[in-house]
């Protein structure tokens, strides 16, 4: 329900439109970029497919030489066959050709930590209790030490 300031009125919840979701996220991006200045931000992506059928893939951004893994996704019935960190190496590979040095992930999920941690990545942060009985991990990957 909108509430009324001075000709002004808040709008909560479902009443904000997906576009002004959008429009907030976006300036705040756009805000952080010009304070931090120099921004190459590009997105990434990889998905493997079983003819039409996506099985697993990731996206994310390469960014101030760093590679963001924000989603990396193996069907149910396909894990447990090393195609999450097959994913993982392509985004890797196809982020070094971009320059990077560095690569960023985080997960929720303690034995995912533990695969990052075997595919040469370092834990950095947790955050115990994210989500009630979750872990937030956040890792790190360094393939050149920055200047």
């Not at 010009?34 to 893939?57: C, E, F, M, N, P």
């Not at 995912?112 to 991990?137: K, M, N, Q, W």
């Amino acid at each position: 329900m909108p509430v009324q300031q001075q000709g002004r009125d808040w709008r909560r919840d479902g009443a904000v439109s997906p576009a002004d979701l959008e429009a907030i996220r976006d300036g705040v991006t756009t805000h952080g970029r010009q304070q931090a200045q120099g921004s190459d931000a590009r997105d990434i992506a990889v998905a493997l497919y079983d003819g039409d059928t996506l099985i697993a893939g990731g996206y994310g951004r390469t960014e101030f030489q760093r590679l963001y893994v924000n989603y990396l996704w193996v069907d149910a019935d396909h894990r447990g066959q090393g195609l999450g960190g097959d994913c993982l190496r392509q985004l890797e590979a196809m982020a070094l050709q971009r320059g990077c040095v560095d690569a960023l992930i985080e997960t929720l999920l303690d034995d995912v930590a533990e695969i990052y941690e075997h595919l040469g990545y370092a834990c950095i942060s947790h955050v115990h209790d994210y989500v009630p009985g979750f872990t937030r991990h956040t890792l790190l990957k360094v393939w050149q030490a920055r200047d």
